[in-house]
Structure formats: C-alpha cells, structure tokens
T-cell receptor, first 109, second 115 residues
Framework: GQNIDQPTEMTATEGAIVQINCTYQ??????LFWYQQHAGEAPTFLSY??LDGLEEKGRFSSFLSRSKGYSYLLLKELQMKDSASYLC??????????WGAGTKLIIKP | ETGVTQTPRHLVMGMTNKKSLKCEQH?????MYWYKQSAKKPLELMFV???????ENNSVPSRFSPECPNSSHLFLHLHTLQPEDSALYLC??????????????FGQGTRLTVV
C-alpha cells in the first residue's frame, strides 16, 4: 500500500529552527509537496521537490532524498504565525497525490 | 475575485436532507478536485475532474454526487448523508498539462455537520 508518515505534533520556540520530517512509500514518484494549513483555513502551497537536494524559499527550505523516501521541511526564525499544520503529499506514478495526516506545529513565545 | 471560492462555509443538515456544495475557481485551471478532511486523518481525494470529465472516483458512496458544468465550477450534491460524513470538504484546482498536474490551490472549505 501507499503510505506517508509525519509526526502528529511538534512544539518549538519563537525565533528557533524546527525540522518536520516526512517519509513515504508510494507506487512511483513524481514529486513531493509541502502545504501549510492554519486552523479553519485552506491549505496553501509551500514547496515542491522532484530532484534530490535542498530547495530554499526565504525562511522555509525543503529537502528530498528519493533513495531514502524522505523529505523534511525546515523553518527558520520561527514566528508565532508559523503555528499551523504542515502537510506532506507525494505524487505517485499516476500523478495522484497521496497525503500525510499533517504535523501540527505549536510555537511558544 | 481571485483564487478558489467555496460556499457555504458552514452547513448543518439532517440525514434526510438534500444540499449542494459549490466551488468556483478564478485561476484559469483545467482540473478541479473534491477532498474530504477529517480530524487527524490524511486528506481523502473524492473526485477529480480534468477538462470537465471525471477522471477519478475513489470509491465514494453514491450519496455524494459531483457535477462539473464547466472548467470554473464544481458542485458536490449531498443526499441521505450519515453522521460519519461530517467533515471539512475542500475544493481545489490545478493545471493539467500532458498528464502532469501542477500544485493545487484550495478553497477554504465547507464545514459540514450531519445531524
């Protein structure tokens, strides 16, 4: 079967750095997405990785290792507004998105 | 208005009611989706429309009936729902090019409660 694993919840301190991991087992791979979802709001696109390596976008970076079936989202200089759920999703060989259950990130002052 | 808009934002319905959820996208995309989001569970893909044709139907009960009259509008018709159907229903759109789909843009969802 197809599976995406990510931690259920993480806590971090304002101004610090946090890494949210995602491991996947899917039938084929055509890219990995990270989305941010604030409570009661729509998921919003953060990043897309299809090749191995690190993609940096401001305070957020996303890393992919296809051989390990592993990705992480790195958030630097954390702000209170970063409190949200972070969703990992993989496009399989049919370009269907397989979603993780999301990681709820709590930022404390 | 831009992006993906869903109405209503909240809906409470009895098990014998019939209601419809509406989604409209203003992004010029040619693919639209219905997802179900339940607490602490992964997003469940329900239906995919590409170029107004249904291309995916993930074993969704027949009490959910989608309709895509054009590339900008998507409906989800609901009838004789069960309490376990209570969830957040999200609409999304993306662009399909040669079988490849770009990142999805989501509406804010309809919070459905079945009583």
């Amino acid at each position: 079967g197809q599976n995406i694993d990510q931690p259920t919840e993480m806590t971090a301190t304002e101004g610090a750095i946090v890494q949210i991991n995602c491991t996947y087992q899917t039938s084929g791979f055509n890219g990995l997405f990270w989305y941010q979802q604030h409570a009661g709001e729509a998921p919003t696109f953060l990043s897309y990785n299809v090749l191995d390596g690190l993609e940096e976008k401001g305070r957020f970076s996303s890393f992919l290792s296809r051989s390990k079936g592993y990705s992480y989202l790195l958030l630097k200089e954390l702000q209170m507004k970063d409190s949200a759920s972070y969703l990992c999703a993989v496009q399989d060989s049919n370009y269907q998105l397989i979603w993780g259950a999301g990681t709820k990130l709590i930022i404390k002052p | 208005e831009t992006g993906v808009t869903q109405t209503p934002r909240h809906l409470v319905m009895g098990m014998t009611n019939k209601k419809s959820l509406k989604c409209e996208q203003h992004l010029g995309h040619n693919a639209m989706y219905w997802y179900k989001q339940s607490a602490k569970k992964p997003l469940e893909l329900m239906f995919v429309y590409s170029l107004e044709e249904r291309v995916e139907n993930n074993s969704v009960p027949s009490r959910f009936s989608p309709e895509c009259p054009n590339s900008s509008h998507l409906f989800l018709h609901l009838h004789t729902l069960q309490p376990e159907d209570s969830a957040l229903y999200l609409c999304a759109s993306s662009q399909e090019r040669g079988g490849v789909y770009t990142e999805a843009f989501f509406g804010q969802g309809t919070r459905l409660t079945v009583v």
